[in-house]
C-alpha cells in the first residue's frame, strides 16, 4: 500500500517510520527544554539588599565583605576586616592607543573626579576562587552599586551560589553602620580632585554670605559704615 505524494510514491511503512522518528525527536527536543527550564528555575539569583539590611547580612547571617573597588578607592576608605579584590585596575600599558586615552582621562576625569585610568581585571574571577568557595556568601560592595552587580554576574557565572549586592552602594550606607578604614567616611570615598575643592570653596562662600546677610540685618548701622568705607563707594 502506498501513498501519493506529488508526483512520486511513498511506501506507508517509510511515511509510519518516518513520523515514528519525528514523534521521539520532538520529545527528546521537549525533554531538553524541560530540562533547560529545571535548571534556569534551579540556578540561583544574585540578591540585591538596601543599606540598612547590610549590617544583617553580616551579623546574622554570616555573609563576607568583598570590595570590588579600584585601589584608590579602597585606600580612602573600607569596611574594617573586608576584603579587596578590584574588578578594574590600573591600566598602565604603553601602547600609543593607550597613552592618548590616558592623557585625555587624566586631564579631564581624572583631574576634576580623582579617578585612575583603568581596565578590567583579568584575574577578579580566579583571585576570588582562590579566596573562597562556591559556597561562600559574599556581600559584594563598590561605591555605586554598578561594579558590584557586574562582578556579581561574573561569579555567578562560575557557580557562586550565595551572592549579594549592596544597591546604589556604599553611597548609600549611612556612616556608622560599619567600622571603616580610611581618611574619610566610606560614603565620600568617591570624591575626589577639584570636585570635592570647588566642593570647600562653595561652602565657605556660602558661609560668607550667610554671615554677612546675618550682620547686614541685625547690624544695619555698622554695615552701612564698612560700607561707606569701601573704595567702591
Not at 211 to 233: G, H, N, R, V, W
Amino acid at each position: 500500500m502506498a501513498l501519493l505524494l506529488g508526483f512520486s510514491t511513498v511506501p506507508s511503512t517509510s511515511l509510519r517510520g518516518s513520523l515514528t522518528t519525528l514523534h521521539i525527536n520532538h520529545t527528546k527536543s521537549r525533554n531538553r527544554t524541560f530540562y533547560r527550564r529545571r535548571i534556569a528555575v534551579i540556578k540561583a539569583e544574585v540578591r540585591f539588599v538596601n543599606g540598612e539590611e547590610v549590617k544583617k547580612l553580616v551579623a546574622e547571617e554570616g555573609y563576607v565583605v568583598l570590595d570590588v573597588r579600584d585601589k584608590t578607592q579602597y585606600d580612602r576608605a573600607h569596611i574594617k576586616s573586608s576584603y579587596h579584590v578590584p574588578l578594574f585596575i590600573e591600566n598602565t600599558d604603553n601602547d600609543i592607543g593607550t597613552i592618548v586615552k590616558r592623557t585625555l582621562h587624566n586631564n579631564f576625569s581624572g583631574l576634576f573626579y580623582g579617578l585612575p585610568f583603568t581596565k578590567p581585571n583579568p584575574d577578579f574571577v580566579q583571585a576570588v576562587k582562590g579566596q573562597f568557595s562556591p559556597d561562600s556568601k559574599l556581600l559584594l560592595v563598590c561605591q555605586e552599586g554598578l561594579r558590584s552587580t557586574a562582578a556579581a554576574n561574573k561569579l555567578d557565572r562560575e557557580g557562586f551560589k550565595n551572592i549579594s549586592c549592596v544597591t546604589s552602594g556604599l553611597r548609600s550606607v549611612k556612616p556608622g553602620t560599619f567600622e571603616s578604614i580610611g581618611s574619610v567616611e566610606l560614603e565620600n570615598a568617591g570624591k575626589a580632585g577639584l570636585v570635592t575643592i570647588q566642593g570647600k570653596i562653595s561652602a565657605v562662600l556660602g558661609t560668607v554670605l550667610i554671615c554677612a546677610y546675618l550682620f547686614i540685618t541685625f547690624f544695619p548701622d555698622q554695615a552701612e559704615k564698612l560700607l561707606a568705607m569701601s573704595p567702591l563707594s
